[in-house]
């Protein structure tokens, strides 16, 4: 199926550093979504982005909704060990009511 | 948000065999989603289904190897048939809440390993 591009593929981090992560398309999207999936765990919605341009904050964790609304980016600040697991972002293409997700962003904390 | 049970958590199962997993949900949707994660692998929408109605299956999804039921506005199943080690996947649900626009929330997941 379809994916969204999604970079970088892992990272690995020391605990306090910021992270940044993005997801791009050839395609439009109206929705952008970003979700964190820990082990043995389905995905958890963390920012819902839903205007081109729109920056939305949640605690640590800050994304935008691309001005081109091809792409979104997700900012976590200060990262904690708990911070670990894989991190999706999902778009919603124009017209229709199914997501597509992005290829995953794995992220491991070290302390 | 919204509350999602899948039944069972995990099985491991042998092939040729064929697996139902339940999903259940603490609030009336018109659209339950079913994924399928390969392991290390994003999520793929294998079939949307509505009350009602036949689930919409998604480009490489067949009903036969699929077969949703969507009995009513909390309740859906997915089966998996005539299992292959190929199968070995997590499996889940997803449910559409809220308006302008709805946001996506999942289940825990079905993890099934097919031997």
């Known amino acids: 199926g379809q994916q969204l591009n999604q970079s970088p593929q892992s990272m690995f981090i020391q605990e306090g550093e910021d992270v940044s992560m993005n997801c791009t398309s050839s395609?439009?999207?109206?929705?952008w979504l970003w979700y964190k999936q820990e082990p043995g765990e389905g995905p958890v919605l963390l920012i819902a982005?839903?205007?081109?341009?729109e920056l939305t904050s949640n605690g640590r964790l800050t994304a935008q909704f691309g001005i081109t609304r091809k792409d979104s980016f997700l900012n976590i600040s200060a990262s904690i060990p708990s911070d670990v697991g894989i991190y999706f972002c999902a778009g919603q293409l124009s017209g229709t009511y199914k997501y597509i997700f992005g290829t995953g962003t794995r992220l491991k904390v070290l302390a | 948000s919204a509350v999602i049970s899948q039944k069972p958590s995990r099985d491991i199962c042998q092939r040729g065999t064929s697996l139902t997993i339940q999903c259940q949900v603490d609030s009336q949707v018109t659209m339950m989603f079913w994924y399928r994660q390969q392991p290390g692998q994003s999520l793929t929408l294998i079939a949307t289904a509505n009350q009602g109605s036949e689930a919409t299956y998604e480009s490489g999804f067949v009903i036969d190897k699929f077969p949703i039921s969507r009995p009513n506005l909390t309740f859906s199943t997915l089966t998996v048939s005539n299992m292959s080690p190929e199968d070995s996947s997590i499996y889940l649900c997803s449910v559409d809440i809220g308006d302008s626009p709805p946001e996506a929330f999942f289940g825990q997941g079905t993890r099934l390993t097919v031997v």
């Open positions: 982005l839903y205007k081109a341009g």
């Open positions: 395609s439009i999207f109206n929705t």
